[in-house]
């Protein structure tokens, strides 16, 4: 948890004094960093106690991407992607965090603010239905391009000078199409985090999905096109939970059963190859309108 908070030197592994000073935090205010708890009162004298973990690393655990090559998306009001990986003090690439697991593993990845909490503002603001479908093939073919900063946006590159925007619009343009957008927008930034992962690992062998989008079958197969690669579907409805679950089990010496086996969702390279096109128009729409830094 410590290593969350951004004050955190993964390389010494204790709190990062430049940063502390920095934010104006002294280190003695932060308190010990121990993966160690000692029980607290006669009642729990015999209880062994856990310290805590991002849910981060449990949603990996939960959904079985629990190792290097398996990446876990997680699409619920926010999303992520993350992999499991050997301790690594390698340099990252801007937009990614890396958090401690335990002593031996950390949890490499990116988030976006922006994903199901969009999704639920349009269906509320323009008047849409939650059984609104999302045609597979209109989706990779929409005119508009959207920038889906509702919320001030995360990785991968921070942009916190830029707000929602929609570009395109005429009197033709219909609410389904406004959703479509914006959905594809959103999945266009997991789909650069995905490259920025693979780009500081081995790549990714399989990616696996869980959260809300597991009850969209429609979503569901406009990620698999957005992002050009075939997903795999988790078999757990709640993977954090899961997840917690596994590791304190695992910790206790339990052996743990395999999750069951995911379903596949195919991508379709033909609307892969066009949401790629989208993808681009979509960065540099972003690089247009990013302020230039201010004169020092």
């Not at 639920?120 to 999302?134: I, S, T």
């Not at 990616?207 to 757990?236: C, K, N, P, T, W």
């Not at 596994?246 to 596949?264: D, F, Q, S, W």
Request: hydrophobic share 40%; charged share 25%; with cysteine.
């Amino acid at each position: 948890m410590a290593s969350a908070t951004g004050l955190y030197n993964l390389r010494e592994r204790t709190w990062d004094a430049e940063l502390c000073d920095f934010c104006g935090v002294k280190v003695e205010q932060l308190g010990t960093i121990s993966d160690e708890v000692e029980p607290a009162g006669a009642k729990f004298r015999n209880a062994q106690v856990f310290t805590a973990i991002g849910d981060g690393a449990t949603s990996n655990f939960g959904s079985g991407a629990d190792r290097p090559g398996l990446v876990a998306v997680n699409i619920g009001t926010s999303a992520a992607l993350r992999v499991i990986e050997e301790n690594d003090e390698s340099r990252l690439p801007f937009g990614l965090f890396r958090h401690v697991v335990d002593e031996s593993r950390t949890v490499l990845g990116g988030a976006v603010s922006n994903a199901g909490n969009l999704h639920r503002w349009c269906l509320r603001e323009l008047r849409l239905g939650d059984d609104q479908p999302l045609p597979r093939r209109r989706a990779a073919e929409d005119a508009l391009a959207v920038l889906p900063f509702w919320v001030s946006e995360r990785a991968p590159n921070w942009p916190e000078d830029l707000r929602g925007t929609i570009v395109g619009l005429t009197q033709s343009t219909t609410a389904g199409e406004i959703l479509r957008a914006t959905t594809c927008s959103v999945f266009y930034r997991l789909a650069e985090i995905l490259e920025l992962i693979e780009s500081a690992t081995a790549g990714a062998d399989e990616i696996i999905v869980s959260g809300g989008i597991r009850h969209s079958a429609d979503a569901l197969r406009i990620l698999a096109d957005a992002m050009g690669r075939d997903l795999r579907l988790s078999s757990e409805p709640e993977a954090s939970l899961c997840g917690a679950a596994i590791h304190v089990l695992a910790g206790l010496g339990v052996e743990i059963r395999p999750l069951r086996a995911p379903k596949v969702i195919r991508y379709d390279q033909r609307l892969a190859e066009k949401h790629r096109l989208r993808r681009e128009r979509q960065i540099a729409l972003e690089q247009m309108l990013t302020p230039l830094p201010s004169p020092q």
